[in-house]
T-cell receptor
Framework: EADIYQTPRYLVIGTGKKITLECSQT?????MYWYQQDPGMELHLIHY???????EKGDLSSESTVSRIRTEHFPLTLESARPSHTSQYLC?????????????FGSGTRLTVV | KQEVTQIPAALSVPEGENLVLNCSFT??????LQWFRQDPGKGLTSLLL?????REQTSGRLNASLDKSSGRSTLYIAASQPGDSATYLC???????????FGTGTRLKVLA
């Protein structure tokens, strides 16, 4: 049973629309992450958060924004979707940073912008 | 800058074979290494996590080893089954940045 939930699972939307991808976790993890992955390609970190009211940009530049108002919730927003935003977006969380702590991923949101 | 490479990029084997997937990283300053499985169009499922102080971890038919000094990890899958077909990703927890760096994956197909 997944402890990190992403909605929607699939989204097809027109150019220029504002969208929010939801990510919630029930594990009380402080650390949360957003990755972008094109089909057959590697994962790229686009945003991360180490706690409430803390957000940072990742290694891959993205036009999206994130917020972390509650520990369990880390939504990603695109103000004006474009076809170049078509990709899979994966959310992950981790209890802490350190040897014993790994990542737990959600099922992903596959976004298509037409 | 930490780089993670996985070889081979793709692998096709008959059912029942034992197989080894390789992961190499350029900087030995890691705090752990995690192996994941990804089915097409899905998220990542954690398989094994090896702490930097450990040499190997086992779960069922899977065994992962870690050699930090040589910058390598292997994932051993015993008696492969068609249900093992997926992409396998390794990720290293980089001690310098405290970020996970992912490899590009090995796409495995097990033929019935």
């Amino acid at each position: 049973e997944a402890d990190i939930y992403q909605t929607p699972r699939y989204l097809v939307i027109g150019t220029g629309k504002k969208i929010t991808l939801e990510c919630s976790q029930t594990m009380g993890h402080d650390k949360m992450y957003w990755y972008q992955q094109d089909p057959g390609m590697e994962l790229h970190l686009i945003h991360y958060s180490y706690g409430v009211n803390s957000t940072e940009k990742g290694d891959l530049s993205s036009e999206s924004t994130v917020s972390r108002i509650r520990t369990e919730h880390f939504p990603l927003t695109l103000e004006s979707a474009r076809p170049s935003h078509t990709s899979q977006y994966l959310c992950a969380s981790s209890e802490s940073l350190g040897e014993a702590y790994g990542y737990t991923f959600g099922s992903g949101t596959r976004l298509t912008v037409v | 800058k930490q780089e993670v490479t996985q070889i081979p990029a793709a692998l096709s084997v008959p059912e029942g074979e034992n197989l080894v997937l390789n992961c190499s990283f350029t900087d030995s300053a890691i705090y752990n290494l995690q192996w994941f499985r990804q089915d097409p169009g899905k998220g990542l499922t954690s398989l094994l996590l090896i702490q930097s102080s450990q040499r190997e971890q086992t779960s069922g038919r899977l065994n992962a080893s870690l050699d930090k000094s040589s910058g390598r990890s292997t994932l051993y899958i015993a008696a492969s089954q068609p249900g093992d077909s997926a992409t396998y990703l390794c990720a290293v927890g980089d001690s310098g940045t405290y970020k996970y760096i992912f490899g590009t994956g090995t796409r495995l197909k097990v033929l019935a």
